[in-house]
């Protein structure tokens, strides 16, 4: 009773809207400005609570939907107004944008939770104890940027969010830029991501201003009202708008040919990566096309372009994942593959499906990354241990040449980890897809939603499906089990609780997630279909034939990815615990890479380097653009402008000009007619001198003269 009366009270929660972005603003000015005088503690606490605060406003938010399931906007003040064209910053309260408040907001908390014990650590192991502050600023900007986005009520507002993750993004994979290979090569993976997404940026702006052109606004009702109201008459337009979308799309949520930039920012600490790529940035794009739907459900050919471009990166991010050895790497090609998953379900007009994976997604991928995390300080620690001891320490020749990131360097750590290896199985089985895990019933809605729309995707998710099982439980088997190949390892202690707690909330998530849109029973699809709901003028469109299956459950489906999902385990199994458990047991010096190389032999090392297209894209793009920037740096700007336009034309115009205009001009005009009138001045008063004699005689004669001039003058004219 207390609660359905609350739910019918509850719009005025709709005008706290705005704190989601003041809260972690605020946070962050906290501690920009005092968090020099605060301790460590203080400065995770604000930070915390700011995100904390942010996600209360936004359960608040749901909580008035409930009641007033349409939402609405709410007005805070005016951005930009010239002429005709009014862009406000005012808040879209809908059942997709809360959704993607809570995603943001609530995994976020728990990351920042998180960070706060894991950055304490990560700061004195790379010796910069004082970057703990600024650590926690860029995390809260980060919230406030997407925020921002997911908040927006229109194109304009939206994109200054999309750009704020960027440039966070860049922040916070480059956060220790004066680490990596040569001493930069963090700060090169930061400028690479943030190169990357201008290129999809690109692609969003040349699609807002063609919105604009076409439709005169930038405001989502506006425009979506537009399309229901005039039909096909903006199909050409739209279908441009909609591929120019894809490729932001690309850029931002890490599709073929954009993906390269996500791999590398691995460089930041384990809290950026799981921020990134769980809760934050990368589902940006998926959001955005599920924020466009008007506009893709009315050009079909856009949608299947999407939707095989989300299947092609699906598989290919999967391959690759199955040859990486970096325990976080392969969690990020696994996050390319599943952001592939997503684009294929909101590009074949499967939108809840898609945004119902982006949700359970969400929670296992942060809990993998996060767990990563656990399994590298934990390591960590174990070399610390073994630093300080001289007995230990003559074991290992180079300890600081050890990588506790190599899964090569692991195993049996089920032992010694037992709360981080329970969690990150979760989270593996999740993702593996395997019931009643959450990832087994968003990916199988997905799946479903293929099979009916488009085989092609279909044939293509589903290959992916069985890579996902085989590489998680490759990860699983070289980490935890066997026996610890490398001396860290056996001294790897579990991490304190401040760490622990937030996987074990998260792994609860994973386990449960996944019922919030069982079967029959649809809880999410009738929360998003106040938003997501096809106008009768809509109805023949593509969207209509994904609404007519969407949350449809098919036993045969589910029955061959969860078969495959357990093949591809036992598989990995057979491999790595049955066929050659030795290869593991080796040190690495003495052991073949993997023993998958066995069975595969070259095609694993086209796996392991990713089938070279960052070599690919270095010999076609960046070695021309590079030969091209120092040509026109050194010829044409070098010897064309600056040595010839400037110093010959210019400079030297310039000083013939001068001399002649000094010489000729100056000497032989100016100055020339200045000195003759001088001289005529002289004449003159020299001629005139002669008529001062100094005799009163002389004056009374001339003065004399002068009036019989001056009579004669009078009288005769």
Same mark, same amino acid.
């Given at each position: 009773?207390?609660?359905?009366?609350?739910?019918?009270?509850?719009?005025?929660?709709?005008?706290?809207?705005?704190?989601?972005?003041?809260?972690?603003?605020?946070?962050?000015?906290?501690?920009?400005?005092?968090?020099?005088?605060?301790?460590?503690?203080?400065?995770?606490?604000?930070?915390?609570?700011?995100?904390?605060?942010?996600?209360?406003?936004?359960?608040?938010?749901?909580?008035?939907?409930?009641?007033?399931?349409?939402?609405?906007?709410?007005?805070?003040?005016?951005?930009?107004?010239?002429?005709?064209? $009014?862009?406000?910053?005012?808040?879209?309260?809908?059942?997709?944008?809360?959704?993607?408040?809570?995603?943001? $907001?609530?995994?976020?908390?728990?990351?920042?939770?998180?960070? +706060?014990?894991?950055?304490?650590?990560?700061?004195?192991?790379?010796?910069?104890?004082?970057?703990?502050?600024?650590?926690?600023?860029?995390?809260?900007?980060?919230?406030?940027?997407?925020?921002?986005?997911?908040?927006?009520?229109?194109?304009?507002?939206?994109?200054?969010?999309?750009?704020?993750?960027?440039?966070?993004?860049?922040?916070?994979?480059?956060?220790?830029?004066?680490?990596?290979?040569?001493?930069?090569?963090?700060?090169?993976?930061?400028?690479?991501?943030?190169?990357?997404?201008?290129?999809?940026?690109?692609?969003?702006?040349?699609?807002?201003?063609?919105?604009?052109?076409?439709?005169?606004?930038?405001?989502?009702?506006?425009?979506?009202?537009?399309?229901?109201?005039?039909?096909?008459?903006?199909?050409?337009?739209?279908?441009?708008?909609?591929?120019?979308?894809?490729?932001?799309?690309?850029?931002?949520?890490?599709?073929?040919?954009?993906?390269?930039?996500?791999?590398?920012?691995?460089?930041?600490?384990?809290?950026?990566?799981?921020?990134?790529?769980?809760?934050?940035?990368?589902?940006?794009?998926?959001?955005?096309?599920?924020?466009?739907?008007?506009?893709?459900?009315?050009?079909?050919?856009?949608?299947?372009?999407?939707?095989?471009?989300?299947?092609?990166?699906?598989?290919?991010?999967?391959?690759?994942?199955?040859?990486?050895?970096?325990?976080?790497?392969?969690?990020?090609?696994?996050?390319?593959?599943?952001?592939?998953?997503?684009?294929?379900?909101?590009?074949?007009?499967?939108?809840?499906?898609?945004?119902?994976?982006?949700?359970?997604?969400?929670?296992?991928?942060?809990?993998?990354?996060?767990?990563?995390?656990?399994?590298?300080?934990?390591?960590?620690?174990?070399?610390?241990?073994?630093?300080?001891?001289?007995?230990?320490?003559?074991?290992?020749?180079?300890?600081?040449?050890?990588?506790?990131?190599?899964?090569?360097?692991?195993?049996?750590?089920?032992?010694?980890?037992?709360?981080?290896?329970?969690?990150?199985?979760?989270?593996?089985?999740?993702?593996?897809?395997?019931?009643?895990?959450?990832?087994?019933?968003?990916?199988?809605?997905?799946?479903?939603?293929?099979?009916?729309?488009?085989?092609?995707?279909?044939?293509?998710?589903?290959? $992916?499906?069985?890579?996902?099982?085989?590489?998680?439980?490759?990860?699983?088997?070289?980490?935890?089990?066997?026996?610890?190949?490398?001396?860290?390892?056996?001294?790897?202690?579990?991490?304190?609780?401040?760490?622990?707690?937030?996987?074990?909330?998260?792994?609860?998530?994973?386990?449960?997630?996944?019922?919030?849109?069982?079967?029959?029973?649809?809880?999410?699809?009738?929360?998003?279909?106040?938003?997501?709901?096809?106008?009768?003028?809509?109805?023949?469109?593509?969207?209509?034939?994904?609404?007519?299956?969407?949350?449809?459950?098919?036993?045969?489906?589910?029955?061959?990815?969860?078969?495959?999902?357990?093949?591809?385990?036992?598989? $990995?199994?057979?491999?790595?615990?049955?066929?050659?458990?030795?290869?593991?047991?080796?040190?690495?010096?003495?052991?073949?890479?993997?023993?998958?190389?066995?069975?595969?032999?070259?095609?694993?090392?086209?796996?392991?380097?990713?089938?070279?297209?960052?070599?690919?894209?270095?010999?076609? +793009?960046?070695?021309?653009?590079?030969?091209?920037?120092?040509?026109?740096?050194?010829?044409?700007?070098?010897?064309?402008?600056?040595?010839?336009?400037?110093?010959?034309?210019?400079?030297?115009?310039?000083?013939?000009?001068?001399?002649?205009?000094?010489?000729?001009?100056?000497?032989?005009?100016?100055?020339?007619?200045?000195?003759?009138?001088?001289?005529?001045?002289?004449?003159?008063?020299?001629?005139?001198?002669?008529?001062?004699?100094?005799? +009163?005689?002389?004056?009374?004669?001339?003065?004399?003269?002068?009036?019989?001039?001056?009579?004669?003058?009078?009288?005769?004219?």
């Amino acid at each position: 009773m207390w609660f359905s009366e609350t739910v019918a009270n509850s719009t005025q929660f709709f005008s706290l809207v705005p704190w989601v972005v003041f809260f972690p603003l605020i946070g962050l000015l906290v501690n920009l400005i005092f968090g020099g005088r605060m301790s460590e503690k203080a400065i995770g606490i604000t930070a915390c609570g700011a995100a904390g605060l942010s996600l209360l406003i936004s359960v608040l938010q749901a909580v008035s939907l409930l009641g007033h399931p349409g939402g609405m906007v709410v007005y805070l003040a005016d951005w930009i107004v010239v002429g005709d064209l $009014a862009i406000q910053w005012a808040f879209q309260v809908d059942t997709l944008s809360v959704t993607m408040m809570l995603v943001v $907001a609530g995994v976020g908390t728990l990351i920042h939770i998180y960070a +706060v014990g894991y950055m304490h650590e990560d700061v004195r192991h790379n010796g910069d104890p004082t970057r703990y502050q600024r650590f926690f600023v860029f995390f809260n900007l980060f919230i406030v940027a997407m925020m921002i986005l997911v908040s927006a009520d229109n194109y304009l507002m939206l994109f200054v969010g999309w750009e704020g993750v960027g440039l966070c993004s860049y922040l916070l994979i480059g956060f220790w830029y004066d680490k990596g290979k040569d001493g930069i090569g963090n700060a090169l993976a930061g400028k690479k991501a943030f190169i990357t997404n201008r290129i999809g940026d690109f692609g969003f702006l040349i699609a807002a201003f063609m919105i604009y052109v076409a439709f005169r606004t930038f405001n989502f009702h506006q425009i979506f009202e537009q399309i229901q109201q005039a039909g096909s008459s903006f199909t050409p337009a739209i279908f441009a708008i909609t591929l120019f979308m894809l490729l932001g799309v690309a850029g931002k949520s890490a599709q073929i040919p954009l993906y390269v930039w996500l791999p590398d920012a691995m460089a930041g600490p384990t809290p950026v990566s799981a921020l990134i790529h769980a809760a934050t940035m990368v589902t940006a794009g998926v959001y955005l096309i599920a924020r466009s739907h008007p506009l893709y459900v009315q050009v079909p050919e856009a949608q299947n372009i999407v939707a095989l471009v989300g299947g092609a990166t699906a598989l290919f991010a999967a391959t690759i994942a199955v040859g990486q050895f970096d325990i976080k790497k392969v969690l990020a090609y696994s996050t390319i593959s599943q952001l592939g998953f997503m684009t294929a379900a909101v590009g074949m007009g499967a939108f809840t499906a898609g945004m119902f994976h982006l949700v359970t997604h969400s929670f296992f991928k942060a809990l993998l990354f996060l767990s990563a995390g656990s399994v590298i300080q934990g390591i960590e620690a174990g070399l610390h241990h073994i630093e300080h001891d001289p007995r230990l320490k003559k074991k290992m020749v180079k300890p600081h040449d050890f990588d506790p990131q190599d899964m090569r360097n692991m195993g049996g750590l089920r032992k010694r980890m037992p709360i981080t290896f329970w969690v990150y199985l979760i989270g593996a089985l999740a993702l593996a897809g395997i019931a009643p895990l959450a990832g087994f019933w968003s990916k199988d809605e997905i799946l479903a939603e293929a099979k009916l729309i488009s085989p092609t995707v279909y044939g293509l998710l589903t290959i $992916a499906a069985f890579f996902t099982a085989f590489y998680m439980g490759r990860q699983i088997l070289m980490v935890f089990f066997g026996e610890s190949r490398a001396e860290p390892t056996a001294h790897a202690r579990e991490n304190p609780p401040v760490i622990t707690i937030p996987l074990m909330i998260l792994a609860g998530l994973s386990l449960l997630g996944g019922f919030i849109n069982l079967p029959v029973i649809h809880t999410f699809t009738h929360w998003l279909e106040h938003t997501l709901t096809i106008e009768e003028a809509m109805i023949n469109f593509r969207l209509g034939e994904a609404a007519e299956a969407s949350g449809q459950f098919n036993p045969m489906v589910a029955g061959i990815s969860t078969g495959l999902a357990l093949f591809a385990i036992l598989l $990995a199994w057979w491999i790595y615990m049955q066929r050659y458990p030795a290869m593991l047991k080796l040190p690495p010096k003495q052991r073949s890479d993997d023993p998958l190389k066995t069975f595969i032999g070259p095609l694993f090392s086209a796996l392991e380097n990713k089938w070279w297209v960052d070599e690919l894209y270095q010999t076609l +793009v960046i070695t021309p653009y590079n030969l091209l920037a120092r040509y026109l740096a050194q010829v044409i700007d070098g010897r064309f402008w600056h040595d010839w336009v400037h110093d010959v034309l210019i400079v030297g115009g310039f000083r013939f000009f001068t001399r002649l205009l000094s010489i000729q001009f100056d000497l032989g005009v100016i100055d020339s007619t200045a000195n003759s009138l001088a001289d005529l001045a002289k004449s003159l008063a020299q001629q005139m001198r002669q008529l001062q004699t100094g005799y +009163v005689r002389s004056y009374a004669l001339w003065v004399f003269l002068g009036v019989v001039v001056i009579l004669g003058y009078l009288i005769f004219w």
